[in-house]
């Protein structure tokens, strides 16, 4: 059983588009986040969501639109793709809430490429 | 700002030798740090976590120290193997972050025969 999935795994597409990365967690899990981790392997915070509320908000375009349908499932939509959104993406999740922490679950990771 | 250091880029070893890896941290007080195992085309795997009042934990082959005071973590596996070959990822986190992970660049270690 996949703990935690993401959709597509790889995604290809032209600058200016408008994108959505999907990712599903069956672990019960209340804290899920988005990582990018580009070009040089430097893996980096995006968003964190706890119960379905955004908690953390790095310093991120806001080109990016995380949102949250239930505890489960936290998806990346992109509007207006640059060349420099082209890196892998990851979505993690953990069963901790706010307070405390624990291990985080990643996802295989989506490739997207702007071309 | 935060930083955090892993000590090499790329670490070689011989097999059954035993790897030890850097972490180091500037202008941050984790509460927490992990160490974590990537492998090409995949996502990070957890391997430890040692909490801010801890000095060591263990795990089989794994061992991993923590030093608030020297700003460093140090990783080390017991008779390495070949399948020990993977990217090693430092990750750093506190309340400040809401507990997101902050990750050093990887160290990639190579275990050869």
């Known amino acids: 059983d996949t703990a935690v999935s993401q959709t597509p795994k790889y995604l290809v597409t032209q600058m200016g588009n408008d994108k959505s990365i999907k990712c599903e967690q069956n672990?019960?899990?209340?804290?899920m986040y988005w990582y990018k981790q580009d070009s040089k392997k430097f893996l980096k915070i995006m968003f964190s969501?706890?119960?379905?509320?955004?908690?953390i908000n790095e310093t991120v375009p806001n080109r990016f639109s995380p949102k949250s349908p239930d505890k489960a499932h936290l998806n990346l939509h992109i509007n207006s793709l640059e060349l420099g959104d082209s890196a892998v993406y990851f979505c993690?999740?953990?069963?901790?809430?706010?307070?405390?922490?624990?291990?985080?679950?990643f996802g295989p990771g989506t490739r997207l490429t702007v071309l | 700002s935060q930083k955090i250091e892993q000590n090499s880029e790329a670490l070689n070893i011989q097999e059954g030798k035993t790897a030890t890896l850097t972490c180091n941290y500037t202008?941050?007080?984790?509460?927490?740090l992990q160490w974590y195992r990537q492998d090409p085309g995949r996502g990070p795997v957890f391997l430890l976590l040692?909490?801010?009042?801890?000095k060591e934990k263990r795990k089989e082959r794994l061992k991993v120290t923590f030093d608030t005071t020297l700003k460093q973590s140090l990783f080390h596996i017991t008779a390495s193997q070949p399948a020990d070959s993977a990217t090693y990822l430092c990750?750093?986190?506190?309340?400040?972050?809401?507990?997101?992970?902050?990750f050093g660049k990887g160290t990639s270690l190579l275990v050869t025969p």
């Open positions: 993690a999740s953990t069963r901790k809430s706010r307070g405390v922490t624990d291990t985080q679950y």
């Open positions: 672990l019960g899990h209340d804290t």
């Open positions: 969501y706890n119960n379905k509320e955004l908690i």
């Open positions: 202008n941050y007080s984790p509460a927490y």
């Open positions: 040692i909490r801010e009042n801890e």
């Open positions: 990750a750093l986190s506190n309340s400040n972050s809401g507990y997101a992970l902050n």
